[in-house]
């Protein structure tokens, strides 16, 4: 009985982990492609542990199923575990959004949970 609970425990936290998941992982070869073809590009530096990361997902998962933001080509990179790509954005801090525009860098925000600010910053990338 107790292997049942445990199961259902972790089956648990998983679907909560991953429900406010957004974009796909970082692959630096898509990425390039990406601004190679000019495309818009958010970039979402999260934390599985940090409250903040999960308040932007949370606002952020409904904002891009919508125009014209769904027009965002969205990766996330993992502030723990990818700490490589982490330094080649020169990002302090989880939370952080980076929008690109026409294969640059035009805007980019650290623990902003204000809605109207990131759609705000996200329509520059548009």
Request: overall charge positive.
């Amino acid at each position: 009985m107790f292997k049942f609970f445990q199961s259902l425990f972790l089956l648990f936290i998983f679907t909560i982990s991953s429900a406010f998941a957004i974009g796909d992982a970082f692959d630096q070869a898509r990425f390039d492609q990406l601004l190679k073809e000019g495309k818009p590009v958010l970039i979402a530096v999260h934390a599985d542990w940090c409250s903040t990361c999960r308040a932007q997902e949370v606002f952020l998962k409904d904002l891009l199923k919508t125009p014209p933001y769904n027009n965002l080509q969205v990766m996330r990179v993992d502030f723990d575990k990818q700490k490589n790509v982490v330094h080649a954005f020169k990002v302090r801090w989880q939370s952080t959004l980076i929008v690109f525009k026409n294969g640059k860098e035009i805007d980019r925000s650290t623990s902003d949970t204000d809605k109207d600010s990131v759609a705000l910053m996200l329509r520059k990338a548009l």
